[in-house]
């Protein structure tokens, strides 16, 4: 069983919305940080937000205010929404998870993370 895996992503036109989601299995901590990072291609990977298990969270710039991520905790699940989707945001989407029980660093950094799962596609046409 994979250790992380991702879904959800899809195709949409731009101003859509699209859930992504982020199933973490066999990972019993209560204190962690976990994210979603994007890579369009020919660019390098790029952090889209993250949230620890206090409930706090961040963002990248370019996404503040279209993108929320939440979790359910109990099932170790991550989710993050998108709406007004642009061309721009079309990229593989990676959930990751840090080693446990560490919180989230300042700033969403992919050499924080430990833990990655395969990624799902997500592509806004204009």
């Known amino acids: 069983e994979q250790f992380v895996e991702e879904s959800g992503g899809g195709s949409v036109q731009a101003g859509g919305s699209l859930r992504l989601s982020c199933s973490v299995a066999r990972y019993p901590y209560d204190k962690y940080c976990m994210g979603w990072f994007r890579q369009a291609p020919g660019k390098e990977r790029e952090g889209v937000a993250q949230?620890?298990?206090?409930?706090?969270?961040s963002y990248a710039d370019s996404v503040k205010g279209r993108f929320t991520i939440s979790q359910d905790s109990t099932k170790k699940t991550l989710y993050l929404q998108m709406k007004n989707l642009k061309p721009e945001d079309t990229a593989m989407y990676y959930c990751?998870?840090?080693?446990?029980?560490?919180?989230?660093?300042?700033?969403?950094?992919?050499?924080?993370?430990?833990?990655w799962g395969q990624g799902t596609q997500v592509t806004v046409s204009s």
């Open positions: 949230i620890d298990s206090d409930e706090t969270s």
């Open positions: 990751a998870v840090a080693l446990p029980l560490v919180g989230c660093y300042a700033g969403i950094d992919r050499l924080d993370f430990s833990y």
